[in-house]
């Protein structure tokens, strides 16, 4: 039998299996078989038997799709269910007068589930779009204002168990380089980045993180500011899904953040990390 041995950053000596890659993180770890497996342990790898790598791989591989599986009906029901508890929110925000259509709701909730946000609570989301859906249809903008009514959820989903966002920041330079790239298209902000920055801030957000994990950092978002957030994210979904990205906005007041990577500007406006 084979075992997954991963380095957690504490491997006192390096030992011979056959190199792979750690499915849910990406993280580089070796196969070794089960003659070995007491060696790696002793030598500070992290053993993982191959029906815990399966289960962990597809848990994460539907959290990653839940926004794909969540249909139209699941939202009636969700809506109708929510309707016998708090029927003068939904038949407000839902009923025929509403401006929170079963498919806009649908829209955000797959937004909020693309980003690894629970949806348990609909009723705050409900009364977060109700508030805010006559000024605009448009989901994702609708998103980032119920992402902020969700901030204790948010704080609490990436806490870490000292009780601390663990956090990739930007140079106040350059996140403020970043924010004056910013323009409107189609009710959204993008960011206006020349190909080389762009692919630069890529690369240097993989590296921020790539750090962070091996020094054993499990939980870990990238913070910036509130108008970066959804641009970012987008930026970043392809090379970086596993990361987080976080607005200040979204964490509770009082909660203490740790800062261990910064993203700084170089002089050509390039950007580079750093560690803290």
């Known amino acids: 039998e084979m075992f997954l041995a991963m380095d ?22 070796l196969w070794v078989s089960s003659a070995k497996k007491e060696a790696a342990e002793l030598s500070g790898y992290t053993v993982i038997d191959p029906e815990s790598v399966f ?9 990653r799709h839940a926004d794909e ?20 929110l939904v038949g407000e925000a839902v009923g025929t007068g509403g401006d929170v259509s079963v498919a806009l709701l649908q829209r955000v909730l797959r937004n909020l589930l693309k980003s ?12 977060s779009l109700a508030e805010n859906a006559s000024k605009t249809k448009n989901p994702n903008t609708l998103t980032e204002v119920v992402r902020k009514s969700m901030s204790r959820t948010i ?22 380089q970043l924010t004056s790239s910013l323009s409107q298209e189609g009710g959204e902000l993008t960011l206006n980045l020349s190909a080389d920055v762009a692919m630069t801030l890529n690369r240097a957000a993989a590296d921020a993180w790539r750090s962070a994990m091996d020094q054993g950092r499990e939980k870990l978002v990238l913070l910036c500011d509130a108008r970066l957030r959804a641009p ?5 979904a ?20 740790e800062s261990i990577e910064t993203i700084l500007p170089q002089e050509n406006g390039a950007p580079v990390y750093a560690q803290t």
């Open 238 to 257: 392809r090379t970086l899904p596993m990361l987080p990205v976080v607005a200040y906005d979204e964490i509770v007041l009082g909660t203490e953040v």
């Open 116 to 127: 690894g946000i629970p949806v348990r609570e609909l009723t705050a989301i409900l009364e």
């Open 232 to 236: 970012l994210a987008r930026m970043l």
């Open 155 to 176: 704080t609490e989903l990436y806490k870490s168990e000292a009780d601390k966002i663990v956090a990739i920041t930007f140079d106040p330079a350059f996140e403020h």
């Open 8 to 29: 957690p950053g504490m491997v006192r000596e390096k030992i011979d299996g056959m190199p792979t890659t750690e499915p849910v993180y990406g993280l580089p770890a």
């Open 55 to 63: 289960i962990t791989h597809l848990s994460e591989t539907l959290k």
């Open 69 to 88: 599986l969540l249909t139209r009906e699941d939202v009636q029901l969700l809506v109708d269910r929510l309707r016998k508890n708090q029927p003068s």
